[in-house]
C-alpha cells in the first residue's frame, strides 16, 4: 500500500468506486481507495440496481442521467458486460394529482435533455402484458432507463480506474483520520498509513462513524429497504422461450412499489411506511454482506397492491426476501460536496438510490476536487443543506419519513410534517394565532400563508392554484394598499470585522462594498468561474465591521465559504449571529407612518433614503433597521435581539390595528418578488449561468479591483453568452402558474427554461421568471411555454413589470 497520495477515496461500494474512477479519469491516478472488507460488501451487494431516472431535483436529475449514459459508454470502454439492462421504466398514475407530477416532471426532464414518453393505459397494456391496467389514467416511459447489476458494475469501474494507475487496498480499515499541521491528511489504517492531499468519505452505512473521525456529525442514518423475489412464473418464461424482450421495470406509485423481471420471475420492492432506521450507531466493526430478518407483515398492504395491479405475483411462489440497509437523509437527496468546517475533506454519502448516482456523483465530485468547481448546480445536494439542528433523534424521524415519503405525489408546496416544528422564532406562536399556516427552511418555521379568520389551519398541496392562493391574493393587496409585516428570523446573518474586514469582503463579492457606515448594497460572490454562487446584502457598521444577512437555507452554506476564504493572519473575525438576532419585516405605503409610532426616529426620504441602515429603538428595543425588502414596497427591516422579538411584534401590531397592519407569508412575498424581477439563489442565480446571464451587470464591478471569479467572468463574456434572464407573461392560464423548470419553445425547439413562476397580485398577469436563447431575450417576444402538458403563450415583458421605476419603495 501507498504511504503518500494525491487523493484518499474511503469506502469501497459502488459509489466510492465511482469516485475513484472519475478522479483517475480526471488524471489524478495517484489516487488510493480502502475497503474495510470486499468491495460491494456493505450496501452495494444487496441492492435491486435499479436505474430510475425519474427526480423531481435538476441537480439530482443531470446526476442520474449521467449515470446511465456513463454506464453505456463503461462497457463499451473496458469491452465488457457491466450488467446494463435497458429494459425502460413505466411509472403509473391512478389520479390527476400523479399525471399533473409526471406533467411537470417532464418538463424538468425536458430542460436536461431526458426523453419522457406519456402512455395511455392501453399502451401501458401492450407494454408490459402482466399488468391490469383498471384504474389508471395514463402513465410515462423512460426509453433509456432500467436496472444494472450493481456488483458487476462496481467491479468495472474498479478495473478502469486500475487500469488508469488508482489503486485499490481491501481488507483495510481505517482506524484514524488526522489534519496535520501543513493541512495534509494522515489516514491511519491497520495496514499502515497514507499521507494525501484529500480525502473523500464514501462510506455508505458507516458514515457517521466516519465523520465522528474529524469531527462532523453527518446527517445520515440507513433506513431498512426489504424487496420480494419470486420463483419463475410461466407466462414470463413462456415470453422468453418466445425471444419477447424482458418487460420494463413497472412502477405503481399510488401503490408505492416497484417491480421487474429477475430470472423469469418478478421482483417486487415495496416503500412502506414504519420502515425503522437501522445502524442508527453504526455496523459493528465485520459486518459484512449483512441483511435483516424479514418483516411481511409490514409489506402486506403493497403485496396486496401489486397483486391487484400484477396478478401473476400472487400465482408463484417467494424465493427469497432481501431486508438490507439503505442510506438515508433527511431529504431523500444524497450529500455530495466539501464537507463544512474542514479543508479538502470531500463527502459521497447518504445515498438511498446509490446505483443511479454513483456515476454522476463521482463525475461532479471529481470536478470539484480536481478543477475547484462543479460544472452543475449542486444545491439539491451540497452537505450544508443541514444544521446542527440534525440531531440523531430528528435523523430518525426525518429519515424514515423520507423513506415513507419516495413514491408520494411530489407536491412543489409540499412540506412534510415529521420532527415539526423544531426552530421556532419567538413570534410563532403569535403567528399561529393569527392564521400562520407553516413551512420550513432550515428547521425554522416560517408562516407560508395565512388562512382566513375562521377557516382551517390546513395546507393544500397541488401543482395547481390551491386553498392558498386566494388568501395569499389578499396578503399581497393588503401589503400594496396598508402595511404588512414578515417574520424572516430565518435569515443566515454574521458579523465580520477586523482591520482586514473591507480588503476580505472586496475580494469576496462583484459589488463595491459600502463605503460608510449606515449604508446597505447588495452583493454577490462568485464561483471561480463566474457563475453566482452566493448573494448576500452587506450593511456597515464602522470603518470594521459589517454585518452580513442571506438566505435561511443558505446558511451553513455560506458561512463555511466565508470562513474557508478568511485570511489565516488573523486579521479578519467571523461571528455567527442568526440565533441572537430576529428579522421582521415592515413594508406597504402606510410603513413610514408605522414605523413613526413605534420610535421616535425621522423616517423621511431625506433622514432615512433607500439602502441605508441605522440603529434605533423600536420600542424599548434597540434594533438595526434596514430600508430594504423583498416585495418592492416602502418599507424597512428590523433586526432586533432575539429575546426582545415579541416586544417588537407586539409594539408593531398595537401601533398599526388602525393601519390595516397584517401579516404575510412567503408565498405572497414570492408573488411579489416575481413581479418585481427579483432573483433568487438556486433558481435565477446559480453556477451555471454568469452573473452577466443573471442580469447583474449593476452589481458586478470588473474595474474595481480583483475578485473571486473576475477574470473567469470577463473571459466567459468574451466567449459569449448562452442564457439571458427574462421576465415572461404567461397568457391563457386557467388554474395552472409556471412552478419553474418549464421548457420554453419557439418553433417546436427548446430553447429555455423558467427558473421560477407564479401569479402576481398586483398587477393580475400569470408571471414567469426565465433564462432564454439570448437573441430571443428582446422586450415583446412571443415564445411558448410547456405548464402542465399544455403550451402556453408567453412574452417577455420589461424588468420589474409592477412599478418599473421604483417610485413605491422609494416613496
Known amino acids: 500500500m501507498k504511504s503518500h497520495a494525491r487523493a484518499v477515496v474511503i469506502g469501497g461500494g459502488v459509489v466510492g468506486v465511482g469516485t475513484l474512477y472519475h478522479l483517475a479519469k480526471k488524471g489524478w491516478?495517484?489516487?488510493v481507495l480502502i475497503e474495510r472488507k470486499e468491495l460491494t460488501s456493505g450496501s452495494t451487494w444487496h441492492a435491486a440496481g435499479l436505474l430510475p431516472l425519474f427526480n423531481m431535483s435538476y441537480s439530482v436529475g443531470q446526476i442520474h442521467k449521467y449515470?446511465?449514459?456513463?454506464?453505456?459508454?463503461?462497457?463499451?470502454?473496458?469491452?465488457q458486460d457491466v450488467g446494463l439492462r435497458p429494459v425502460s421504466n413505466i411509472r403509473l398514475a391512478m389520479n390527476r394529482d400523479r399525471m399533473d407530477e409526471y406533467y411537470q416532471y417532464a418538463g424538468v426532464a425536458s430542460t436536461i435533455g431526458i426523453d419522457v414518453t406519456f402512455l395511455t393505459p392501453e399502451q401501458v397494456k401492450e407494454i408490459w402484458p402482466l399488468c391490469n391496467t383498471d384504474g389508471l389514467v395514463g402513465a410515462i416511459q423512460h426509453t433509456e432507463d432500467g436496472y444494472i447489476q450493481p456488483a458487476d458494475l462496481t467491479q468495472a469501474m474498479a478495473t478502469g480506474a486500475r487500469q488508469m494507475g488508482a489503486e485499490i487496498n481491501r481488507f483495510t480499515t481505517v482506524t484514524a483520520i488526522e489534519q496535520m499541521a501543513g493541512g495534509e491528511w494522515l489516514v491511519k489504517t491497520d495496514q499502515g498509513d497514507i499521507t494525501c492531499e484529500h480525502v473523500i468519505s464514501a462510506t455508505g452505512n458507516f458514515a457517521r462513524q466516519t465523520g465522528k473521525m474529524v469531527g462532523l456529525e453527518l446527517p445520515v442514518i440507513p433506513v431498512e429497504h426489504q424487496y420480494i423475489v419470486t420463483?419463475?412464473?410461466?407466462a414470463i418464461q413462456a415470453r422468453h422461450a418466445k425471444g419477447l424482450p424482458e418487460m420494463g421495470v413497472l412502477r405503481e406509485s399510488d401503490g408505492s412499489w416497484y417491480m421487474r423481471e429477475e430470472n423469469g420471475g418478478l421482483i417486487l420492492g415495496p416503500y412502506e411506511k414504519g420502515a425503522p432506521c437501522c445502524y442508527v450507531d453504526g455496523p459493528s466493526s465485520d459486518s459484512e454482506y449483512e441483511l435483516f430478518q424479514e418483516d411481511l407483515d409490514r409489506l402486506e398492504p403493497h403485496i396486496e397492491a401489486a397483486i391487484n395491479r400484477v396478478p401473476a405475483f400472487g400465482e408463484v411462489g417467494v424465493k427469497q426476501v432481501f431486508n438490507g440497509a439503505i442510506c438515508y437523509t433527511p431529504d431523500g437527496s444524497p450529500i455530495i460536496g466539501p464537507a463544512p468546517g474542514l479543508k479538502n475533506f470531500w463527502l459521497n454519502e447518504g445515498h438511498s438510490f446509490g446505483i443511479t448516482a454513483a456515476g454522476g456523483a463521482g463525475w461532479q465530485l471529481a470536478e470539484w476536487i480536481v478543477e475547484g468547481e462543479p460544472t452543475i448546480d449542486m444545491l439539491?445536494?451540497?452537505?450544508?443543506?443541514?444544521g446542527p439542528y440534525a440531531s440523531k433523534a430528528f435523523l430518525r424521524a426525518k429519515n424514515e419519513e423520507a423513506y415513507a415519503s419516495v413514491f408520494v405525489t411530489h407536491?412543489?408546496?409540499e412540506e412534510r410534517e415529521a420532527a415539526r416544528p423544531l426552530r421556532t422564532a419567538p413570534c410563532y406562536q403569535r403567528m399561529k394565532d393569527l392564521g400562520a399556516v407553516f413551512g420550513q427552511k432550515f428547521g425554522w418555521e416560517r408562516p407560508n400563508w395565512f388562512a382566513p379568520e375562521g377557516a382551517p389551519q390546513e395546507d393544500d398541496w397541488s401543482f395547481r392554484r390551491s386553498k392558498w392562493?386566494?388568501?395569499?391574493?389578499?396578503?399581497?393587496?393588503?401589503?400594496?394598499?396598508n402595511?404588512?409585516?414578515?417574520?424572516?428570523?430565518a435569515f443566515a446573518k454574521c458579523r465580520i470585522s477586523g482591520p482586514g474586514a473591507e480588503a476580505f469582503l472586496d475580494r469576496l463579492v462583484a459589488n463595491r462594498i459600502p463605503k460608510k457606515p449606515g449604508r446597505v448594497n447588495l452583493c454577490h460572490a462568485l464561483n471561480r468561474r463566474g457563475g453566482v454562487r452566493s448573494e448576500f446584502t452587506i450593511i456597515r457598521n464602522s470603518d470594521n465591521s459589517f454585518y452580513l444577512v442571506s438566505a435561511g437555507a443558505m446558511e451553513s452554506f455560506d458561512h463555511d465559504y466565508i470562513q474557508k476564504q478568511m485570511p489565516a493572519d488573523g486579521s479578519v473575525r467571523y461571528d455567527h449571529l442568526t440565533t441572537q438576532i430576529g428579522v421582521l419585516v415592515i413594508a406597504g405605503p402606510k410603513s413610514r407612518q408605522l414605523m413613526a409610532r413605534v420610535s421616535d426616529a425621522d423616517f423621511s426620504n431625506e433622514a432615512f433614503p433607500w439602502l441605508s441602515a441605522r440603529r434605533l429603538d423600536i420600542g424599548m428595543a434597540d434594533s438595526l433597521v434596514a430600508r430594504v425588502n423583498f416585495v418592492g414596497e416602502l418599507g424597512w427591516e428590523i433586526h432586533h435581539p432575539m429575546e426582545m422579538q415579541n416586544h417588537v411584534f407586539d409594539s408593531l401590531m398595537a401601533a398599526g390595528a388602525d393601519l390595516g397592519l397584517k401579516p404575510f407569508g412567503i408565498r405572497a412575498m414570492d408573488s411579489m418578488r416575481l413581479e418585481k424581477s427579483y432573483r433568487l439563489i438556486g433558481t435565477e442565480l446559480s453556477i451555471e449561468y454568469s452573473a452577466y446571464e443573471s442580469g447583474l451587470h449593476r452589481f458586478v464591478h470588473p474595474n474595481k479591483g480583483d475578485f473571486i471569479g473576475r477574470d473567469?467572468?470577463?473571459?466567459?463574456k468574451d466567449r459569449g453568452f448562452e442564457n439571458q434572464f427574462v421576465t415572461l407573461q404567461v397568457h391563457d392560464v386557467t388554474d395552472a402558474d409556471a412552478l419553474g423548470n418549464n421548457p420554453i419553445y419557439l418553433n417546436g425547439e427548446t430553447i429555455g427554461r423558467a427558473t421560477g413562476g407564479g401569479y402576481g397580485f398586483r398587477i393580475d398577469k400569470s408571471l414567469a421568471m426565465a433564462m432564454v436563447r439570448p437573441d430571443l431575450a428582446e422586450q415583446g417576444r412571443q415564445l411558448e411555454m410547456d405548464i402542465l402538458g399544455t403550451r402556453h403563450r408567453v412574452t417577455v415583458l420589461p424588468e420589474s413589470p409592477y412599478d418599473p421605476d421604483n417610485e413605491r419603495l422609494r416613496a
Open 231 to 234: 420463483e419463475p412464473h410461466p
Open 29 to 31: 491516478n495517484d489516487c
Open 469 to 481: 392562493f386566494a388568501p395569499t391574493g389578499e396578503e399581497c393587496k393588503n401589503v400594496q394598499e
Open 411 to 413: 407536491f412543489p408546496d
Open 380 to 386: 439539491g445536494v451540497i452537505p450544508h443543506r443541514f
Open 712 to 716: 473567469q467572468l470577463l473571459q466567459w
Open 67 to 79: 449515470s446511465v449514459q456513463f454506464y453505456k459508454d463503461l462497457g463499451i470502454e473496458l469491452g
Open 483 to 489: 402595511v404588512g409585516i414578515l417574520d424572516m428570523t
